[in-house]
């Protein structure tokens, strides 16, 4: 049972941050995904923790011991890489038997082994060398030889990147069980908003070297700490106009496109701002044919029919684009047609213009 | 491409058989000279056919050279062993040192380390004349003239670029996760490096000691001017045969073939290992 803490980590390579003054706490059994964009800092950051390379400033503790400097060896840190890094010249078997710390005999490593690979639904294909396994063997092989010298901190890094998309899904359920077998702090990049939803318990938004928000999945979707987070999650990702607030009759109003739209009775803050950004979710869009209260006149510029939901492209009076998207029954849409946009007032967001974080939240940066 | 056609498969049976004459032919036209005897070399026309002799064998390896002038004595088997102890102990050395150079080039970057790279690499063009006179003026001051330990450490020179360079390529070709992957399972960076590198770069390192077996095998002038008959290997030792009794092709012939066998032995049985293992499908490409 060990506790993995960063604290204030920086790392830079030249001009460029990969880890700027960054904190994280990830306690036993959890399992916190590290999301962002690529080019964001996630792989170094994992490489820092595993002792691939060593941070500028901060420090890194395990189970309250700093391992800065400690050789990888002696981090008790298990890692799934990406491209899987299986040692091609030896069998699954003995990729798997590679990850036990401890020296056992031949018969209980082989028992060990035995256990894992059936848990990861292996055991057919451990005398096959690396290049005779599928993609998705090899991964549950990576995976398998990450796990089985039970580690106080577990690094995955994107491991389900290189497989295909059914295995993606199917890994996407059995991880969570997976990792919380043991009581590993563990610590997951992906590139993959839903993946991250799916599996952590907590994600950790990356973008540039700073960890720009922290916390459960619904909490992000539902209340991104900025712009820049909220723009992440979601597919079609964000709505965004740029508005002016105004507080009349005991809410708030903005201007979108010249139609004036009742915000709800959010926030005080919001008045002293000014300028801001509206960010409305495509799928809290509604479309009716009919005009009314808080109605905003559209085009229909265009309508992607993607079975389950349509997504159609928006264009408002003045030029501004939306994309909305819409259970494919609703069934009103069709390209060209003018119809009239609302949202509920709880589905409006508002950042600051200038620092980009959300109006309502206290202005500081994230930190866990 | 379709080779099925009949058109094809005949112009491609000829033109591999051309290339094949071209390229064996030396070697052919030896082999049949080292079962003739002097007069059957020389004579005007050449024949295809001939009554194959044992003499110029019997001869190598019992060490009497009989010419015109009287009996002659070679010591052509000595010369053989010489070249064998010489160039293994070369390669030997060459991997020992090599080996763990080329790792070192291959995964850290340090001050002047391309600079010293580079100038390992310069040795190979560097005419070994150049070398030749300082050194043997150096060997004799060292003691080290005429020894076996001498001629292996200047065929250093030889060996000890072409293994780091070669070497180097393929450990640059070995993906550092793996490595990385192998340490965090609680391995020191030793055990990465002798139970993960040097098997992964097994094929390169296969070729290169090959390569640099054939070259030192090959090399004259150090030998020549470093090492007395005792230690001298075959290609010194051939001069034996320019006689005064003139030129004993036939034992040349039988000289060149013996003296060829080991190394080629060795090239066809390492060639499974230089092939196995290229594609190695371990990290995704």
């Known amino acids: 049972m060990a506790r993995l803490e960063l604290n204030s980590l920086t790392k830079a390579f030249g001009a460029v941050r990969c880890a700027d003054d960054l904190s994280l706490t990830v306690e036993p059994g959890e399992i916190v995904a590290v999301f962002g964009p690529s080019g964001s800092g996630k792989t170094v950051l994992l490489r820092m923790i595993a002792g691939m390379f060593e941070p500028d400033d901060g420090d ?42 401890a020296k ?35 991964q549950r092989t990576a995976l398998a030889r990450a796990l089985i010298g039970n580690p106080e901190v577990l690094l995955l890094d994107d491991p389900l990147r290189n497989v295909d998309a059914k295995l993606r899904y199917e890994m996407r359920l059995e991880l969570p069980s997976l990792l919380r077998r043991g009581t590993a702090a563990v610590l997951y990049v992906t590139q993959d908003y839903r993946e991250a939803m799916a599996i952590a318990d907590r994600i950790a938004v990356l973008i540039n070297g700073r960890l720009e928000q922290v916390a459960r999945p619904d909490e992000i979707y539902g209340r991104p700490a900025s712009v820049a987070v909220a723009r992440l999650f979601g597919d079609p990702s964000i709505n965004l106009a740029e508005v002016a607030p105004c507080v009349e ?94 949202f509920a007032p709880e589905a409006a967001l508002l950042f600051d213009r200038a620092t980009g974080l959300r109006v309502g939240l206290p202005h500081r940066r994230y930190a866990a | 491409m379709d080779h099925s056609g009949l058109l094809g498969r005949i112009f491609r049976g000829v033109a591999l058989t051309l290339v094949l004459v071209f390229f064996m032919f030396p070697i052919v036209w030896i082999l049949m000279m080292s079962f003739q005897t002097n007069e059957q070399i020389l004579r005007i026309p050449p024949r295809l056919l001939f009554e194959p002799t044992l003499a110029n064998y019997e001869a190598l390896i019992s060490g009497q050279l009989r010419t015109a002038a009287g009996n002659l004595e070679i010591s052509f088997m000595r010369n053989l062993f010489n070249s064998f102890v010489l160039s293994s102990a070369a390669v030997v050395l060459a991997l020992l040192l090599g080996v763990p150079a080329a790792y070192a080039f291959a995964r850290f970057k340090f001050r002047l380390g391309e600079t010293i790279a580079f100038t390992l690499l310069s040795f190979r063009f560097a005419p070994p004349l150049l070398v030749l006179l300082p050194l043997s003026l150096y060997y004799q001051q060292l003691g080290l003239n005429d020894t076996y330990f001498g001629i292996v450490w200047v065929y250093q020179l030889i060996a000890l670029p072409l293994i780091l360079w070669i070497v180097r390529g393929y450990f640059e070709d070995i993906s550092p996760d793996i490595e990385h992957a192998y340490r965090l399972a609680g391995h020191s960076w030793r055990e990465a490096f002798t139970r993960i590198a040097v098997p992964l770069a097994g094929p390169g390192i296969a070729a290169a000691a090959l390569l640099s077996f054939i070259f030192c095998w090959n090399n004259f002038v150090f030998a020549l001017i470093l090492a007395s008959a005792d230690k001298q290997p075959v290609t010194v030792g051939a001069l034996a045969f320019v006689t005064a009794s003139g030129i004993q092709y036939g034992q040349i012939a039988a000289a060149i073939v013996l003296s060829v066998l080991p190394t080629l032995l060795l090239a066809l049985y390492a060639q499974r290992y230089l092939v196995e293992g290229l594609s190695l499908g371990a990290v995704k490409g």
């Open chain 1, 60 to 101: 890194i503790l395990i189970g309250g011991q700093s391992v800065v400097g400690a050789s990888p060896e002696r981090r008790g840190v298990g890692m799934a890489f990406q491209n899987f890094a299986l040692f091609p010249h030896m069998t699954a078997q003995d990729n798997i038997a590679s990850g036990l710390r």
């Open chain 1, 104 to 138: 056992e005999t031949r018969s209980d490593a082989a028992a060990r082994v035995k256990s894992i690979a059936r848990l990861l639904k292996i055991e057919h294909v451990l005398g096959h060398a690396p290049r005779e396994l599928s993609n998705g063997q090899k």
């Open chain 1, 249 to 342: 009759q005991g809410g708030v109003f903005a201007d979108i496109s010249g139609s004036r739209v009742r915000l709800g009775p959010v926030d005080r803050h919001a008045e002293d701002d000014g300028a801001c950004w509206l960010g409305v979710r495509p799928d809290d869009l509604l479309i009716s044919a009919a005009a009314g209260e808080g109605g905003i006149p559209a085009r229909i510029v265009a309508v992607t029919p993607m079975h389950e939901k349509a997504v159609m492209l928006l264009r408002f009076a003045d030029g501004m684009e939306w994309l909305a998207a819409l259970p494919s029954e609703a069934g009103i849409a069709r390209a060209d047609e003018d119809v009239f946009v609302r």
